[in-house]
């Protein structure tokens, strides 16, 4: 019998698997990408006996996979928290799918495992840019604010390095950096042990120091919009910049237009954190879009659709 462990590798999808790995340990087949890479099931050929656990990929986006895994006879346990669409009933699936603006993966991991590894939840919180769910999360771990701002800090470097067109444009391939965590049961051990924290910490502070000395394309007194280059520093930090313009103006909504090598932009959609709600639509009115409610992208905006995108951008945060 084999078992797959199928997640996104940004920072709610590493942080959902470290915890379920914790209390769960097995030796697993790790099936990841980039953060945008969500049609992961696709490449698992799990067969009767096998077992696969999904985690922060939208069950909308793998419905095909997922029926034929169950044909297959695989038995498949799915954690996630984007839309999801009609959730099929069968014995050998196991559902926990929530769509709250403000409730991730890792708490939803986090409330299947009863608490028992909520530091690893408040990371992936943080990362998800859910800081008031993550520091209520974290009362109960008594941390100081200092610890609770690394922990935040990881958060942020493991989102970050999720950012990028292929695994090429990361600082970690997230298999490989999901094997690094995996020892730590409290990742501010990691935090000071392991030497992939600076190598992130030091690649996310320049990516960052580019991307803030850009100037908004667009803006008005509800939106801002802007356009980064085609280099990799920018495909790595176009979503966790707009995280912070979201979190430094939660009264605007926020769009990061990333041109893409061959054309077209990769598109990152910030609702308001005030009223965080739209984004999935707005995002999944486009052929490659998707998302949740608060936080959504495009992964191939055609050059042709700016106009378009920028008209339904603004009607969908007027």
Known sequence: MSHYDVFNG?????????????????????????????????????VDG?????????????????????????????FDHHFAGEIPAHPALDVHIETLPDKGTSLLV?????????????????????????????????????????????????????????????????DALFRSLQPYADPLAFIVEDPAFAALRDGYADDMARARAVAPAYESEGHRLFILPAEPWARRASGVFANELAQLAPEQAHAMLTRLPAGGFLVSVRAPLARPDGADVLCRGFPSGGGRKAAAGINLLPEAEYDTFLERFRAAFG
């Open 10 to 46: 940004d920072a709610d999808g590493l942080c959902a698997l470290q915890q379920l790995r914790l209390a769960e340990p097995i030796e697993s087949i790790l099936v990841t990408g980039v953060k945008r890479d969500i049609a992961l099931l696709e490449r698992v050929d799990a």
């Open 50 to 78: 096998d077992q696969v656990t999904a985690l922060d990929i939208s069950f909308d986006k793998n419905r095909g996979a997922v029926e034929r895994l169950l044909e297959q006879g695989a038995r498949i346990r799915y």
């Open 110 to 174: 986090d409330d299947y495992l009863r608490g028992s590894q909520r530091a690893w939840a408040v990371v992936g919180t943080f990362g998800d840019n859910f800081d008031a769910s993550a520091r209520r999360a974290a009362e109960p771990l008594d941390l100081t604010e200092g610890e609770l701002d690394l922990l935040h800090d990881l958060g942020i470097y493991l989102n970050y390095n999720g950012y990028g067109e292929t695994v090429d444009d990361l600082l970690f391939a997230p």
